[in-house]
């Protein structure tokens, strides 16, 4: 890739930009989308959304600034059981006079506005009031415009939040070099997603691919007062550190940004030998797709607030690959100090067989022998220039060659050392953690048995055989009964203990004992809806198809696999075109959302209650009632464990003793 066709591109005006799109500015008001989004998509009942202006002005002057939107002052006719998201307004303290707003729909010549629970008055129209103004959306009449240091970037006025798309933080002078920081160009259409980063089977696949995604409830008119500033959740995607993109819709931000008020983010970054390759004794020192991550949070930061967010409360997110990101992020000096809170979503501590290189930093000089075979298979063994030869190949080929290495290298600088310091004597990070797991995470990472004979079927799943065999009490085949199926339960459950579960809770419970973090919170998903295109040994991680229950029973034992989480995070379901199995699956994805975005906003997994109220989630507020206090891993408790199910409930470290006879207890980290 050439930096010249990155600076020719630069220069350039991009002719999708439609000059005509409005902005907080030119409407001369904040703009707020606030609407109650239970999630259902289109089978909701609870239609009503308003686009909030916060600055007071006459009924004429309202009704001029909504028609500036491409729409008119909202109608609340009709929706009398359909105003509780008012409250909200008040809530969130976003204008000088929160309690009454101006509204449509006159039918004298008196004017109309609004009060916060509904009430709707007949008011003087020269008084100065903020407005609520429908939020239809209409082509390109819904594009507003953001502008953050001199550039002008075109975003879309969604049903359920702005949307600014395939914005691009960062150049890659050359392949393999490190990203570097890039600021927005003079006009920026952000319409579309960018490009996705070399990996197989990918459409759109480019290494020009360092862009981001952001979705915000909130537009400041100028300089945000600190109290208006939200939130940020920063996700990173998954996907082995080979595949994975921003531009998948399962991590559309939509909903956590209307639902969680918090702005959204999903940033691309370098996969595979193009995102990790490192040679010793030259420049190229591995770390290309972390520090891509780390580039993009430089961006975020320096770009956020224009969005209505706060560059000083950002969370990074991942689930997978993205959560062990995250874990180097946290790890790397140069990078932790650039985020406010962390969630590290079934972390693979130790991939299959002993490999420990998602979590454990290993030297360049590790790397050696995959290095040496990857500059052979692309002919390089002679050149005069190693490096040179590389960068000439097709990005395409050298990623797909058989030889490639993705994981994170301790170079010296970025990753210092070999993992995350979680010693009573090492660096302490002031920040809140949210961490856990699938309760079947593992079952994806092996393969249905083919056989009855269990050295085999161990060995085949990369499991410490003669452990499995030596310990039957430890490890027992289900219901003492030598079957394929039970065969896979018993790998399954010693995959998962093995490769997510033991380390996860040895990170919370040393981190916690040392106060490594500020608090760190544990969770073990018992309830999953496995995402499309990704399930495994089918149908383990389906619900099973009944008649009451055609697109399946999640009350009925299935496995709970990897990425099985992720609809309910994102609160996708229904936008991911997937059938509730029944009338629990959307309840459930609301409370997750409400948690994982009340940790964005507190550093508490716990909605507040007047949160809750101001909002209308009374499915959430339930859930948190019968749940009780999701209390940090600490000493004194002695249930750190949040069970996330409709059960919802706190428990015990799960699976102890096999974690202690895998070798990788409690105290594993301590040691």
Not at 53 to 64: E, I, K, N, P
Request: glycine share 8%.
């Amino acid at each position: 890739m050439s930096a010249m066709i990155r600076l020719l591109s630069l220069s350039l005006p991009l002719l999708s930009v439609v000059t005509a799109a409005v902005s907080p500015q030119s409407v001369g008001s904040d703009l707020s989308i606030v609407t109650h989004n239970d999630l259902y998509g289109n089978d909701t009942t609870r239609n009503a959304a308003v686009v909030a202006l916060r600055t007071q002005c006459s009924y004429s002057s309202a009704a001029s600034r909504c028609a500036a939107l491409g729409t008119s002052l909202w109608n609340p006719d009709g929706l009398q059981q359909d105003l509780g998201f008012l409250r909200f307004l008040a809530h969130d303290k976003n204008s000088d006079n929160a309690g009454t707003f101006w509204v449509g729909g006159n039918s004298t010549a008196a004017c109309r506005a609004i009060n916060v629970d509904g009430t709707i008055t007949s008011t003087a129209c020269s008084i100065a009031l903020p407005a609520l103004c429908s939020n239809t959306v209409n082509g390109t009449a819904s594009q507003v415009t953001v502008t953050t240091n001199n550039a002008t970037i075109t975003g879309i006025r969604q049903s359920k939040a702005f949307r600014f798309l395939g914005l691009n933080y960062a150049t890659i002078p050359a392949r393999f070099a490190q990203s570097v920081y890039l600021p927005p160009a003079p006009n920026t259409s952000a319409l579309e997603y960018g490009p996705t980063c070399i990996q197989l089977n990918c459409k759109t696949c480019s290494e020009d691919c360092l862009s981001l995604n952001i979705w915000t409830p909130y537009l400041p008119n100028g300089k945000v007062a600190a109290h208006k500033k939200k939130a940020v959740m920063v996700w990173i995607y998954g996907g082995g550190f080979t595949s994975g993109a921003a531009s998948d819709t399962t991590f559309d931000g939509s909903a956590l940004a209307s639902r969680g008020d918090v702005v959204a983010v999903t940033i691309n970054y370098r996969l595979g030998t193009l995102g990790a390759l490192s040679v010793e004794n030259t420049t190229v020192t591995g770390n290309q797709g972390i520090r891509d991550q780390s580039t993009a949070l430089d961006w975020i930061r320096a770009h956020i607030e224009d969005f209505g967010g706060d560059k000083d409360r950002i969370t990074i997110f991942g689930q997978s690959a993205g959560s062990a990101s995250v874990r180097a992020l946290l790890a790397s000096p140069q990078a932790s100090k650039k985020v406010a809170g962390a969630i590290m979503q079934s972390s693979p501590l130790l991939a299959t067989g002993s490999d420990t290189g998602y979590a454990t930093y290993k030297p360049m000089s590790a790397y050696a022998n995959q290095t040496m075979a990857i500059i052979s298979e692309s002919g390089c063994t002679n050149a005069s220039d190693v490096i040179d030869c590389l960068r000439k190949i097709d990005a395409l080929t050298l990623y797909s060659q058989k030889t490639f290495v993705r994981f994170p290298v301790a170079d010296g600088t970025f990753l210092p050392n070999s993992g995350l310091s979680l010693s009573s004597t090492g660096p302490k990070l002031s920040i809140p953690i949210l961490a856990g797991l699938m309760h079947d995470d593992g079952s994806n990472f092996i393969t249905y048995p083919t056989s009855l004979n269990l050295t085999a079927v161990y060995a085949a799943a990369s499991l410490p055989v003669s452990t499995i065999i030596d310990n039957p009490s430890v490890f027992p085949i289900p219901y003492n009964a030598l079957t394929t199926q039970n065969l896979f339960n018993l790998t399954s459950r010693v995959s998962t203990d093995r490769i997510f579960r033991c380390l996860a809770q040895s990170t919370a419970h040393v981190a916690a004992k040392n106060n490594v973090f500020k608090k760190i919170y544990a969770y073990e998903f018992d309830r999953a809806y496995q995402i499309a295109g990704y399930s495994p040994n089918p149908p383990a991680c389906e619900a099973p198809v009944t008649p009451a229950h055609p697109f399946g029973d999640p009350t009925l034992p299935f496995y709970k696999c990897h990425s099985g989480e992720l609809y309910a995070v994102f609160g996708t379901t229904i936008s991911q075109g997937e059938v509730p199995r029944d009338q629990n699956d959307i309840p459930f994805s609301q409370y997750i959302v409400d948690s994982w975005s009340a940790f964005a906003r507190t550093g508490d997994p716990t909605p507040a209650k007047d949160y809750l109220s101001a909002r209308g989630f009374t499915n959430t507020t339930m859930f948190v009632a019968k749940a009780g206090t999701w209390d940090p891993v600490g000493a004194s408790n002695a249930k750190p464990v949040r069970v996330l199910d409709l059960n919802v409930r706190n428990e015990a470290w799960r699976e102890l003793q096999q974690c202690e006879t895998l070798g990788t207890g409690l105290e594993y980290y301590a040691n």
